[in-house]
């Protein structure tokens, strides 16, 4: 079998059709002569084979602004690239290619300089190309008039992608691309070995290096592959060098000349091939993929960094397909790439007086769970205690993580050193784990509840240890002083407003819309995807030339004309947040009384519709939701250029993305309420069940709001339920915070998570989520913790106090 038998064949990709034909050029012979040229730009054509089912031109990547990738894809897929030119770089809007007699393809920029041609990989040489055909196969030739010779092919020279006709001999190789977006070169590479093995190995990136084979098709028979072959028919299958033939298909797959087909080695290492049928194309793409887990395959010795790269571990994640998180206390190294390795978030400092200061303080060790960087030890302590071991490591400059086992083959303290590689995350690695960080300073976080329950005198000593500090003065005078400037930016903008061409020019970063663009993107405002405060919002699909990305356009009917300047400020904003955990706003549109707003599409639905509908999300999914949300809040509210409050976090507003990353929507849209800090002259905005009580006793609104709402969300999270469930037998459960509370009080965790097994296994992270919840929903917005400090204690880098005071619910009033 080439493909394991627990892939499932039923799983499909959310490749998502367009509604409305490809804006490409008419149907031609496939035939394109010397001299004809294509150009970049929004909608431009493409030149499509015979049957219409492939397009050769300029695909517009999606949010990087006017950048075009030279590529062949599928028309009825135009996200679906089987190809690519100029190594997957793309280029500016208004660059051409043109197929010339001599280089063949020539691609130029808008200047006119080459920037790449196919000369260098002609057949016979140059001075002899007549025409360029675009073949139903997917392979794009150029051709010599006498007898039709090709001297030129795409399939001679593949990318991440294979198509039936398209094989490979020794040396043959695809590979991958660096991320879902960018089509540069990747870590990943499928190759015909000179020995005789398909092999999937790792490659590193600055030199091209090549490490071991993570993978082998037809296994039992090393050396033996002589061709990797995927024959026009559609079968694919290894061809050995007595003759024999091992099947790379599903058993008892049949390929139909009905079906699409392709084999794509993914950015993230796996190898997946799909099919899909022509007929009905909305059905979209069925895949099968191998190995099965690549983080444990990625597991032996030679095989460079790991799947994840340095300090970063891999995790099966939904599909099979791996999932890279940090270590606590680490970092991406750049944001847009998952793959590529995590830094530090604190600095390596020297070794002098290490042992001291580590036992001071500076250094923790914090424990992860079923994870391991395999290949890291450079020392074996044969230490017959856990609190031995963790001394051993802390005290050592060189020691970055250890684990611990009492007994077994691997028995003992092992200690290793940084950067941390081949890290996994797995149910069956069960050893102690610990990482190093860096002490958590908590005076650098000067909205700390805790520090303001010092000056009440109500802390506790462990308290005081974990979250001793101050309250920095000149922080919330910086933070005052931006409120200020931010103040002065809005009067300013209010200032002008002199016609539209110059109005529209403040709108920085985000792409305009014209209201017609957008009626057509969404086929008359024709697919609800849900309705909100604010508005309607639609999906549709933004294209040009071929290329096209889903969206979400959002048509704002609470605005009037009065609040253009609002409006405006607020596309600003919120086109300036960049975030892992945010959707994306992609444009906007200003056209008379309309004002939509153009988001990223988000393929798995609503936080809402997946915590509540009839299949429980698993534990694990729950967990990194949780804590995704919260770090895109932490965004919102500390590290974005401007402030913003969400003022409506609750499940409807928290969507998935395809790989069920959580991505927070709506933020930006209760507006300037930075200004307005108190609400008496401002409408709730909140949802009921999720809204903070200070909105109802005329205090003032702060980021804490946020902070309340998203303890009832994580609440929600914990136990699959709505917040409030009126329909429950038990009355004492209808509202869930006092419940919650309750559970708490009577140490029965167990009721909550209704007896979920995976919750009750993790019992220590859950009682920590609990209580962080608790914390979150105090009725005392200064008691409430900081998104900072709670991403922190949801990812156990801080300790959670105990005991939270009861946080009374609405009806209780008091005096505050
Ligand atoms: C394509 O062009 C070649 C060379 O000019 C010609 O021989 C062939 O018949 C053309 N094919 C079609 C379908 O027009
Ligand atoms: C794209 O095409 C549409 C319809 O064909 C047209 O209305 C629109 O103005 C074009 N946009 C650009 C930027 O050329
Ligand atoms: C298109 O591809 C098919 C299958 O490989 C081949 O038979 C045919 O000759 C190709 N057409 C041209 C014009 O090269
Ligand atoms: C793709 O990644 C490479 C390497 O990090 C980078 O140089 C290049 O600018 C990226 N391209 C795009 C379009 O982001
Ligand atoms: C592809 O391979 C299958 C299986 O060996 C064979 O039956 C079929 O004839 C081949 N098709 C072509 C076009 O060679
Ligand atoms: C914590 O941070 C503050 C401000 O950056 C600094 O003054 C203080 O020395 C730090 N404390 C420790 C223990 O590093």
Known sequence: MAWPLSCTLSLLTLILLQSTPSPVAAQNSGNISVGQSLTANINGSSWLSPSGDFAFGFHQLPITGNLFLLAIWYANFPDTIVWHANDGNPVPQGSSVKITANEGLVLTDPQGTNLWSTTSELIGGGGSVSFGFMNDTGNFALKRNSNNVTVWQSFDHPTDTLLPGQSLGIDGMINSRLSETNYTMGRFQYHLT??????????????????????????????????????????????????SMYNMLPDGYTPSQDQYQRLILSSDGILIWYSASKTSISDGWVNRLAPENICIRLAAPNLGVGICGSNNICNLGDNNRPVCACAQGYSLIDPNVQYGGCKPDFKLENCEDYAARSMKGEYSLVQLQNTDFIYNDFERVDSRSEADCKYSCLKDCFCAAASFQLSGDNSGCWKKKAPLFNGRKDSTINQNFWIKVEKVNMSNDPLNPFVTATAKGKMTTPIKVLFGGSVSVNLLLLVAIGFGLYFIYHKKLKESNKGQMKALSEYNHVHYFSYQELNEATNGFKEELGRGAFGVVYKGMVNGGGPSIYVAVKKLDRISSDTDEEFKTEVNVIGQTHHKNLVQLVGFCKEGDQRLLVYEYMSNGSLADYLFGDMRPSWIDRVQIAQGTATGLLYLHEECSTQIIHCDIKPQNILLDEYHNARISDFGLAKLLVLNQTHTNTAIRGTKGYVAPEWFRNKPVTVKVDVYSFGVLLLEIICCRKSVCMELVEEEAAILTDWAFDCYLSNKLDLLVNDDMEALKDMIRLKRFVLVALWCIQEDPSLRPTMRTVTQMLDGLAEVPNNPPCPSSFSVTTQY
Do not use: F
């Not at 490659?203 to 990797?228: F, K, V």
């Open 194 to 243: 000179s020995d005789g093995n398909m092999a999937l190995n790792t490659r590193d990136l600055s030199t091209g290096y090549i490490y071991s084979a993570y993978h082998i098709s037809d296994p039992a028979n090393p050396g033996q592959t002589q061709r990797y072959v995927y024959n026009e028919t559609g079968y694919m299958y290894i061809l050995r060098k007595d003759g």
